[in-house]
């Protein structure tokens, strides 16, 4: 009987015991679990030296003489732009700050200049369900290949398409996914690149089609809508296609189609651009990578200002852009050289003689944290 009371009181010390260990394991759990852990901090900071080979690095005007693509135009040791992305991710709710300062930073927010210029994208979501989530603010665009910072592109400058298309909209998006593969987004949005209010009345639309599996991606992207004042300016009509895929553990094949048509409002035919543009890249190491842009730009009807063109306002270029990408850590050193040639003389040779075509050579060095 004795033996049996011992017995029986071990096991209700024991049971006792495990559950205040538990109780106390719960209990640093929650204790651990901070308010701020689903706080995130990331970014990058870089910089460039860039020079013609083929021509002078200032025109005889005294501009400078490059590409006329942005953000990496600028001649000798420049500074790219010091990026800091702040986020929250709820549960149902978060939000992202994304601030940048430096010339890249600037060109990229150049409607906002002398105001906010540091908001890269600042915006609010909320994940309605599993398959909905709505998103107010300023965001990036969804269109093209490109992003504006150098930590998402594989070339260090950039392409004529992405320097004349949309860079960020402020607006309201909805975005679906249909499956595990299939996603949809349609969004409501002030003009173009003007990202802390609307100072037209006018909104545009926005959409787009995407198709995701583990080796790549499918993006069909519209917007369409007035991009300035009505009665000045007619409604402009935007298709971009933007994929890749990899076709072996070494190699990856990207592809960047757009088409931008805008009516004019009197008599005249509609202006704009289209492009396209493959983007090769090969890994050979571990640390390197090869990678080449190829791309074909016209505008027509006077388009967008961003080639010399003929008496019809027509004008055309072929990029070639062949840049290494060497990692060191989180410091990532690209190499580059591009040949830009024009259908029109739109650059100078050594003898300050208009020329179609300029070599020039660029190194990025790009910190990611």
Not at 72 to 99: H, P, R, T
Request: aromatic letters at 16%; hydrophobic letters at 35%; a negative charge.
């Amino acid at each position: 009987m004795k033996t049996n009371t011992i017995t029986t009181l071990f096991k209700k010390v024991c049971l006792i015991a495990l559950a205040f260990i538990s109780f106390t394991a719960v209990a640093q759990d929650e204790e651990e679990k901070k308010w701020f852990d689903n706080f995130s901090v990331n970014g990058s900071v870089d910089g460039y030296f860039r020079a013609n080979l083929t021509g002078p690095n200032k025109a005889a005007d005294g501009e400078f003489l490059a590409p006329s693509t942005s953000f990496a135009n600028q001649n000798g040791f420049s500074l790219g732009m010091a990026n800091v992305i702040l986020g929250y991710e709820g549960e149902k709710v978060g939000f992202v700050a994304d601030l940048v300062y430096g010339p890249r930073g600037a060109d990229a927010v150049f409607n906002s200049e002398g105001s906010a210029n540091i908001i890269n994208q600042m915006y609010v979501y909320w994940n309605v369900s599993e398959k909905v989530t709505l998103t107010m603010g300023n965001f990036n665009t969804y269109l093209g290949y490109e992003v504006i910072s150098p930590t998402g592109n594989f070339n260090y400058s950039t392409s004529y398409m992405f320097s004349y298309g949309p860079f960020s909209h402020t607006g309201l998006k909805a975005d679906f996914a249909i499956n595990d593969e299939w996603s949809a987004m349609v969004a409501v949005m002030n003009p173009t690149d003007y990202t802390e209010n609307n100072p037209f009345d006018t909104y545009i639309v926005g959409a787009q089609l995407g198709y995701a599996v583990d080796n790549g991606s499918a993006y069909l992207n519209f917007r369409y809508g007035n991009e300035g004042v009505p009665g000045e300016v007619g409604p402009t009509f935007q298709a971009d296609l933007t994929t890749g895929w990899d076709l072996s553990e070494d190699f990856y094949l990207g592809i960047n189609g757009t088409y931008l048509s805008t009516e004019p409002q009197e008599d005249g035919d509609s202006f704009g651009f289209y492009g396209v543009a493959l983007y090769p890249q090969y890994k050979t190491s571990e640390s390197f990578t090869l990678g080449l842009r190829g791309e074909y730009f016209a505008e027509y009807s006077g388009g967008v200002d961003a080639l010399d063109v003929d008496d019809e306002g027509d004008g055309s270029v072929f990029a070639a852009t062949l840049t290494g990408s060497y990692a060191v850590g989180d410091l990532t050193f690209k190499p580059e050289l591009r040949l830009d040639s024009t259908s029109e003389d739109s650059f100078e040779d050594g003898d300050f003689e208009p020329t179609d075509s300029l070599i020039s050579f660029t190194l990025g060095a790009i910190y990611k944290f």
